[in-house]
């Protein structure tokens, strides 16, 4: 069965420490896809970031960095230098690529990981 | 361009009454997902339509029904009412449902439900 397992429910940083933000996910599948959102108090989901299974290379977008690691399926998040905005709920999903049938690219999520920046 | 948008922004209402809540996607994008997103917990799959047949159901009882109208809005529907209804209700839209995920997901604002 798909699942998504996110361990850390709540992380409390002070402004300027780096944190992770760890996913570990199950699935049968060889292909599929990986996703971090990020939700802040106004509800909507942001999207972060997109991987495919096939490709294990870590990827850094300014003070964002994701760790893919099959062997242990994890997909880990890190915010370096963070900051009071990067205070939110932070959302790993997975999508499969189902064999047959019509297609569909739903989105099985973990719990989410709140993380509060303090100043 | 304007993103997803739903409405309405919050709703209240009681046990065993229905409610309708609706999604316009982003333009040009034919596909449509509810979710459900109870306090705490991460967005649970309702629904999928892509041009205005249903793609994808996710494990919700009957009482939750979606279509997807020639403009590819949507609506939601959910029917007798519960307490455990109160939720986030997020649509999200993407080109077409493409195997894999490829085509990821842009999510509105959602709208708020409580069942009093």
């Known amino acids: 069965a798909q699942k998504v397992t996110q361990a850390q429910t709540e992380i409390s940083v002070v402004e300027k420490e780096d944190v992770t933000l760890d996913c570990v996910y199950e699935?049968?599948?060889?292909?599929?896809?990986l996703f971090w959102y990020k939700q802040p108090p106004s509800g909507e989901l942001v999207f972060l970031i997109r991987?495919?299974?096939?490709?294990?290379q870590n990827e850094i977008s300014g003070r964002y960095s994701w760790n893919f690691q099959k062997s242990t399926s994890s997909f880990n998040f890190t915010i370096t230098a963070s900051q009071v905005v990067d205070s939110a709920v932070y959302f790993c999903a997975l999508s499969e690529a189902p064999l047959g049938g019509g297609a569909t690219n739903k989105l099985i999520f973990g719990t989410g990981t709140l993380l509060a920046v303090q100043p | 361009d304007a993103g997803v948008t739903q409405s309405p922004t919050h709703l209240i209402k009681t046990r065993g009454q229905h409610v309708t809540l609706r999604c316009s996607p982003i333009s040009g994008h034919k596909s449509v997902s509810w979710y459900q997103q109870v306090l705490g917990q991460g967005p649970q799959f309702i629904f999928q339509y892509y041009e205005k047949e249903e793609r994808g159901r996710g494990n919700f009882p009957d009482r939750f029904s979606a279509r997807q109208f020639p403009n590819y809005s949507s609506e939601l529907n959910v029917n007798a009412l519960l307490l455990g209804d109160s939720a986030l209700y997020l649509c999200a839209s993407s080109l077409v449902p493409d195997r894999g995920g490829k085509n990821e997901q842009f999510f509105g604002p959602g709208t708020r439900l409580t069942v009093l």
């Open positions: 699935t049968r599948d060889t292909t599929y896809y």
């Open positions: 991987r495919n299974s096939f490709d294990e």
